[in-house]
């Protein structure tokens, strides 16, 4: 949609256009939608059934909303999709400082102008994104910050400290007819949260001994860990009392929902097939139930997105130094990325020491399962009798899929090596060679052949 062409306050009635309440935009757009059987939260896997039906009540409902979960659980993400549910062209007074709607200008300037001006006020136009602000809550946060304070220019121009045009407006109140989403909002001190009371409930701004009447029109939301809810920080008990919806988030329950978030949010520079984000799914789900890891810090999924893009790179790199045509991640990919994860993991705090076995276990477990869903069924009794005769078979993080490909073992007239890559959708030899490794590796878990590493190779006999 094209932005209206509309400049006076005038024209604007001639239009038809009719104010609606924030709350009322928010509700109207999202029944349409569902009217409509249009999915407004683009981009959220694995909250169809919890987290969103809870979310869409509380905002039919007009309340404020805080976000409660573990870290990477997409609550920012799913905070920041709320801005797709505001009108897309939204009337505003031209120049004013709060974006107020022409039909009601709540400011002294803007009052003023508007009895001055009548029809002929100008009006601006902004888009949706505009009315979306976004803040991260930290402990150097300041009331002027978020509510706002006296301006000092202002007073040296000659205005006097009671005018009330002499005060700055801080984040909320510039979110007038908007949304305003915190994140983190424990880590907001205490007396900055108390300034937030008024604003949210009887929509009063105190700054400084005035008090300003203003009919805000804002939505706040915010994020929260559990964990800090409770302990290190926590929001106070009058605050939490003005959100009307507490909704606990989740991560993704179905290892679809684990993969599609990973693919949609990892930005890839070489090709990493599908069964290797499936064991970077499958590892990150695991390390969740490991005991041996701090449930309550939670297993971001950063965690698996890191990872297909360090595999990714993994590869890349291989196939300049190697002279390779195609860059695909294989699994001889997956140790880089251990390599490089096990910082964003908390571990118990029994097992220091033990972390990267617990990384190595929990991945030969996720590559088991990977190796176990497609390869159910496959007869590898010639591979197996090739490397039990003195056939080996050579990989490693530097060694080409051609090459790779080069050193297996002959079956004879076996069709072996073509069924274990039509399994897995293989078309090059890079995506040949990774099936390959992935179907040496199941065999090395299920013990029927031995692995030997070193020196950046691995080697199968």
Known sequence: MMRPTLTTVGELRASGHVQKTLRTEIRDNLLDALREGRDPWPGLHGFESTVIPQLERALIAGHDIVLLGERGQGKTRLLRTLSGLLDEWSPVIEGSELGEHPYEPITSVSLRRAAELGDELPIAWRRREERYVEKLATPDTSVADLIGDVDPMKVAEGRSLGDPETIHFGLIPRSHRGIVAINELPDLAERIQVAMLNVMEERDIQIRGYVLRLPLDVLVVASANPEDYTNRGRIITPLKDRFGAEIRTHYPTELADEIAVIRQEAELVADVPDYLIEILARFTRNLRESASVDQRSGVSARFSIAGAETIAAAAIHRATRQGEQEAVARPV??????????????????????????????????????????????????????????????????????????????????????????????????????????????LYLARRVSKESGGGETIYG
């Open 333 to 442: 990919d997956l140790e880089t990325a251990v390599d490089v994860l096990g910082g964003k993991i908390e571990f118990e705090s029994g097992e220091e020491g033990r972390e990267d076995e617990i990384l190595d276990h929990l991945l030969r477990t996720a590559t088991a399962e990977t190796v176990r869903a497609h390869f159910r069924g496959v007869d590898f009794a010639l591979l197996v009798d090739a490397l039990e005769s003195g056939s080996l078979v050579t990989t490693g993080e530097q060694v080409a899929a051609r090459d790779f490909l080069a050193g297996l073992p002959s079956l004879g007239e076996s069709e072996l090596y073509d069924e274990i890559g039509d399994r897995l959708g293989a078309t090059n030899d890079g995506q040949r060679a990774g099936a390959i490794e992935l179907a040496l590796e199941g």
